[in-house]
């Protein structure tokens, strides 16, 4: 309707009103275009029996969307410049929370908790992300305990390639890894740069995260051993496998030794680059490592 905030022509006039200018700093590109705006809805499928969380509100054009979709919104927004102005906006929807607070600092299965009148209805995360902060909040979110039904965000075009990557291409990597191991990604639509006020310097994509369908076929045995082998073995992405095994876990003869033994009893190429190994592949090493004491 004309009431809606996201399009062009209502973004700058709220702006002018309360004299908000995006702030870099924050990564503030505010959407304004309507068929995005719902497009982003469709793809995270809001429905009634839902509660959402949105990751920076910014003058509410996602936020309005999802008031309409959803059953409850709860925004976290880190600008506290951008919370008498959601107040306005957002003023006819009285299922929406607004709270000032910085995303990367809340207690999110406290606030949870808290803040949504049934805490056990399906979960979803829905944001326009600020992009400099992409990776340590989609870290967060898969750190804490809570069982998130979806995440869809829109992020840098970059780092969404590099989210749902392939093994043996040169966007797959550590960050592609620690997604895989919790969850499943798929690229839903890319967006424009032009979708934006300001426009940022960069395309997007929208990214929706799903629980995995199957689990793991193997487990690892100790989570922190496997990523710290990961990191390990993407530090230095052109060498082979053997020499970042060298580097990571030791290059003293009796190490190397068992090393080969390993490698064999996996049945991976030392020769290879580690960008060719599966996940799978990933933490059967680091659970034959850990066996051999290594
Ligand atoms: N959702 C709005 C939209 O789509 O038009 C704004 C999106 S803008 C790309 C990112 C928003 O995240 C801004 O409103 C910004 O102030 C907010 N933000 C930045 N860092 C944050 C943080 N650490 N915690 C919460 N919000 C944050």
Redesign the pocket.
Known sequence: SAKQ??NRQT?RSIMSEYGIH??KG???????DPAI?GRIVSAAEVSRDDNVI??????????ERLAQAAGQVL?????QD?IPVLAKTLAAYDNVKVIN??????NLPQLIEQQFSDPTRPLKVV???????TSP?LMNLLATKVQWASITV?MQKEVAQRLTAHPGTKQYGALTLAIEYQMEANIAFNVSRHA?VPS?NVDSAIVVLKQRAEQLPEQPFNKGKLFGLIRGCFAHRRKSLWNNLQSTVGKDAATKEQMKEVLEQVDIDPQIRPEKLTLNQFIRLANVLHDSNL
Do not use: C, H, R, S
Not at 54 to 63: D, F, N, R
Not at 75 to 79: L, M, N, Q
Not at 101 to 106: A, F, G, M, T
Not at 128 to 133: A, E, F, S, T
């Open positions: 905030i996201g973004t995006a702030k924050f990564g503030q590109n505010f959407l304004t705006l949105e990751i920076g509100p910014g003058i509410g054009a996602l936020t925004a976290v927004e880190i600008d951008l607070q910085d995303i990367l600092k809340v944001a326009n992300l600020p992009y400099y902060i909040i829109m934006f940022p």
